[in-house]
């Protein structure tokens, strides 16, 4: 298994900085679900968790577009670049 590394185009790695956010407000509110805070929407986690991965989706994308590398990471890899790094090539929109 393999995970892509945030970063890239400035764009790219934007989107990903809006994920981790996202990420840990998803955290938080799971976190005040499960110690019976009343006030939390019951579909506000479900929401969290699809917009942050329509947030790495985009990253994704603007990255390919911009033509720039994704790094991947695999555990038990000690550096961020196991020499599996994928190039995305600019176009269009498609």
Known sequence: KQ???PGGAPGGATLHT????CRRAERL??????????????????YLNRLSDLLFVLARWANRRAGAR?????????DGDNGDSEK?????AR
């Open 18 to 21: 809006a994920r981790t956010v």
């Open 88 to 92: 995305g090539a600019s176009g269009g």
């Open 70 to 78: 994704e790094d991947r990471w695999s555990p038990g890899e000690s």
């Open 29 to 46: 509110t799971v976190r005040a679900e499960a110690e019976g805070d009343a006030s939390i929407n019951p579909h506000a986690a479900v």
């Open 3 to 5: 995970f892509i590394l």
